[in-house]
C-alpha cells in the first residue's frame, strides 16, 4: 500500500466508449502525475497538476482529458481511444515544496491496465 | 532541451555477479532520483543524489553522482533474484514539479 490507489485495476474497453481511470492520494501531497508506460517505451510523462492546476500537458492527443477536483483526486478520461493506446497508465503523487530546489520522492499507484479492442 | 540516456538498456547476469546501470545528462542536475520496478508492479523510490560527488548505499546497492552532476550510477554488489526489475532514473535539472524518468534498466538474474 503506497498510499496512491488506483482503479480499475484493468479496463477493457472498445475505439468507441467512453470511461475514466481514477487515482486517489492520501499522503496530503499537493502534486499528482499521469504517466503511460507501454511494452517498448519508457514511462512517458502525460499531465502533472500541480495545487489543482495543470502545469503540464505533455502533447498528449486530446481523446485523454485530465481533471483535478482536488488535490486529492485525478481522473483521466478516456474517449474514442485507439489499440496503440493500449498500456499501462500509472498516477503518481509529490509533495512540491514552496520554495528551493529539493524535489521529494514520488509514490506511485499500482496502475490500471488498459487494454484498447 | 534536456537529455538523458540511460544504460544499457537491459542485463542479464548470474546470481552473485555485479550490475550496473549508469544514466547520463547532456545538462547539468540539481539532484536525480533513482527508482525500481519490480516485474508486474509500480515504481519504487529509492534514493535521491543532491551533492557533486555523493555517494549512498543501502545495503548492497551503492549510488554515485558525479562530481559535474551531469552523470549518475546504480552499482548491484552480488546480485540476487529479489533484485530483478527495471532500475530507473529520474534526474532533476532544477526545482520543479516535472518529474520525467530515464528508459531504465531491465535487470535479470538467473539462479
Known amino acids: 500500500e503506497t498510499g496512491v490507489t488506483q482503479t480499475p485495476r484493468h479496463l477493457v474497453m472498445g475505439m468507441t466508449n467512453k470511461k475514466s481511470l481514477k487515482c486517489e492520494q492520501h499522503l496530503g501531497h499537493n502534486a499528482m502525475y499521469w504517466y503511460k508506460q507501454s511494452a517498448k517505451k519508457p514511462l512517458e510523462l502525460m499531465f502533472v497538476y500541480s495545487l489543482e492546476e495543470r502545469v503540464e500537458n505533455n502533447s498528449v492527443p486530446s481523446r485523454f482529458s485530465p481533471e483535478c477536483p482536488n488535490s486529492s483526486h485525478l481522473f483521466l478520461h478516456l474517449h474514442t481511444l485507439q489499440p496503440e493506446d493500449s498500456a499501462l497508465y500509472l498516477c503518481?503523487?509529490?509533495?512540491?515544496?514552496?520554495?528551493?530546489?529539493?524535489?521529494?520522492?514520488?509514490?506511485f499507484g499500482q496502475g490500471t491496465r488498459l487494454t484498447v479492442v | 532541451g534536456q537529455q538523458v540516456m540511460q544504460i544499457p538498456q537491459y542485463q542479464h547476469v548470474q546470481e552473485g555477479e555485479d550490475f550496473t546501470t549508469y544514466c547520463n545528462s547532456s545538462t547539468t542536475l540539481s539532484n536525480i532520483q533513482w527508482y525500481k520496478q519490480r516485474p508486474g508492479g509500480h515504481p519504487v523510490f529509492l534514493i535521491q543524489?543532491?551533492?557533486?560527488?555523493e555517494v549512498k548505499k543501502q545495503k548492497r546497492l551503492t549510488f554515485q553522482f558525479g562530481e559535474a552532476k551531469k552523470n549518475s550510477s546504480l552499482h548491484i554488489t552480488a546480485t540476487q533474484t529479489t533484485d530483478v526489475g527495471t532500475y530507473f532514473c529520474a534526474p532533476h535539472m532544477e526545482y520543479g514539479n516535472k518529474l520525467v524518468f530515464g528508459a531504465g534498466t531491465i535487470l535479470r538474474v538467473k539462479s
Open positions: 503518481a503523487s509529490s509533495q512540491l515544496p514552496p520554495s528551493g530546489i529539493m524535489n521529494t520522492e514520488a509514490f
Open positions: 543524489l543532491v551533492k557533486s560527488g
